[in-house]
């Protein structure tokens, strides 16, 4: 029997396997997509990234300039991180089985945190762009739409998960609904909610990288300049500035989360 189970599994990945290797091949070739001189042009770009992307003394010159646009990028999108997830927890808390305060606003709730998510960031400062013009609120709300969206899926899942037992424990001694969430539900979910937070201002630090270029602002802006300018080592310390940055934060966060949980 277990023979017979092992063969039929290994049948299906097999299947499996053959279907995405007929679907990868039938793309490249609709795309005209060359495999063999992709391969071979892994070299040459090696080659000129070396002799292309090396930070010379010239690009270093430009790092105090690079540092200021690169501290407004960050506070941009702790900003728009920290004030969306006040509004996606109060819609979160609307849209939860756990608290939610009746099915209608459950609903909307829901819709909202659906309809935001699924709309990509890039298109938020698109649409933006023509209302605010290039300017910074153009990308601040274009992070704060899209992080609403994320962060009342992510808050509304989180309350979800909480026990019932303490709830209704609360809701049987006559406990008002803000007592409920206030006593029972915020402080364990907390440690959830910081730690999705601070995943946000990850990501979010990310994405106002393409969103400056577009809004013509921070970092993003610094980057689009150089690049047409084909100033490609200050391009580099750019890059390399991000890279940076990203660690730092992500590895603070990481500390900040193995505090808390």
């Known amino acids: 029997m277990n023979i017979d189970v092992f063969r039929k599994k290994k049948q299906q990945l ?7 290797i007929g679907i990868t091949l039938l793309s490249s070739n609709l795309t005209d997509f060359d495999f063999m001189h992709s391969l071979l042009s892994v070299p040459e770009a090696f080659k000129w990234m070396g002799s292309n992307l090396l930070i010379t003394n010239e690009a270093l010159e430009k790092m105090p300039s ?3 646009k690169l501290m407004e990028t960050i506070f941009l999108s702790i900003a728009a991180t920290t004030t969306a997830s006040v509004l996606a927890l109060l819609l979160a808390l609307l849209g939860s089985q756990t608290t939610k305060v009746n099915d209608f606003f459950s609903t909307l709730s829901r819709f909202i945190a659906s309809v935001f998510r699924n709309i990509p ?4 400062a698109l649409i933006l762009l023509l209302s605010f013009g290039q300017n910074a609120l153009t990308g601040y709300f274009a992070l704060f739409l899209s992080t609403l969206g994320f962060l009342v899926r992510a808050f509304t899942e989180t309350i979800d998960e909480t026990s019932k037992s303490s709830v209704e424990a609360l809701q049987a001694t006559g406990a008002t609904y803000f007592q409920v969430v206030g006593k029972a539900v915020i402080p364990e979910c907390s440690p959830q909610i910081i ?13 106002s990288t393409l969103i400056g270029i577009l809004t013509g602002t921070g970092i993003g802006f610094a980057f689009d300049l150089y690049y047409k ?7 580099s310390l750019i890059t390399l500035s991000i890279i940076a940055v990203v660690i730092m934060i992500e590895l603070i966060s990481n500390y900040v989360r193995r505090v808390i949980l």
């Open 121 to 124: 960031i890039v298109a938020w």
């Open 66 to 68: 690079i540092m200021d």
């Open 195 to 207: 730690s999705w937070i601070l995943f946000m201002i990850e990501t979010n630090i990310r994405s």
């Open 14 to 20: 097999t299947i499996f396997a053959l279907v995405i």
């Open 229 to 235: 300018n084909m100033n490609y080592s200050v391009v």
